[in-house]
């Protein structure tokens, strides 16, 4: 039977103990060997991390598995630390956990593990794996001295900006559709889709961490000047977007749109509009009051509800305001005839106001 001391050690880690440790708690090899043994009470997880327990592991389990096996200063970075962050475009975690350890710290990846060196270790910041987290005990108790930082439930991981930047930046164990290159063995005839969808799916993961306020855009610039040049070309890319004022994706295709144009200048993007209290337009060019909307459902379901758009879209059009809404879909489909009409309605827009000066002096709502 396992010794008591390992198991009390073991119940702050969530089941789970090294090799190290359980000695550490006065266990035997013999002991440990026989603990592990085939229909015995533990199950071995990795390279000399234990589970106290049979049957399958969980999420929280895992993480704590890879940690335990990366040493008490590893992190949880990439995938799983974006969904850990409440991050919904990130790409879908899949078998492979990466850990986050010092340049100095001579470990290579086992089983699900992979590790990650670099010079620059970040803060760590908590996830709590249970349910009831009001139940944990202080930070700063200790429970174990064996253990002095362990919290069952308590996973440290990186912060979200960095989260975020290494899982656009190394994206060998993401899913093909975020890498900018062909994986296929002998090459591919259109080199330029894979690119646009990494794009498309970097812009969306960036964009929802500034959106949702997990990161600010200078957060994320650090990270991505601290990258590796060569991985962080799409990162830049969105970053740009970003500090322009892009909360979306589809924003972000817009962005590209708009600047194809010989006639359309930069419009401000989600800035607050001018003399109108409370609505902030996707691009906006105040000068022929003129508003393009992206009708991105999935993204805005963060903003209004359907009625909510009929009725800002009302308040615009009662102040001479023009709202042109655009899909996704129809943007990426047929990107030229939406230029086009967006560059009519701008003209349009600068003959309107020349007649019709009146407009301009519409009383604001509030």
Known sequence: MPHVRAQRLAAVQDGLITRKQALAAEMSPA???HAVRAGGPWQRVLRGVFATFT??????????AARLY???????????????SGLAYGPPVGDEIEVLVGRAVRLHGTGFVVVR?????????GWIGVDDADALPPPH???DELAPTARPGEILMVPAARAVVDTVVFTEHAPPDWSPGCRCRYGCSKPATHRTRA??????????????RMAGPAALRNEVEAAWPRRSVLAKVALADIEAGCRSAPECELRDLVRRSRILPEPLWNRPLPGVRGIVPDACWPERRLIVEVDSRSFHGFGDAPERTEQRRARLAALGWVVLPVSPARLRADPARVLTQIEAAYLAGHGALSTAGAVQRAPSIH
Do not use: F, K, Y
Request: proline residues 6%; aromatic residues 4%; contains cysteine.
């Open 141 to 143: 108790v200790v429970l």
């Open 55 to 64: 049957g399958p592991l969980s999420p929280l389990h895992r993480l704590r």
């Open 199 to 212: 794009l498309r799916n970097v812009r969306a993961l960036m964009c929802e961490a500034v959106q949702r």
């Open 31 to 33: 002991a440990i060997t």
């Open 70 to 84: 990366a040493g008490d200063g590893a992190l949880v970075t990439g995938a799983w630390a974006c969904w850990m």
């Open 117 to 125: 060196r670099t010079v620059r270790m970040p803060a760590a910041s």
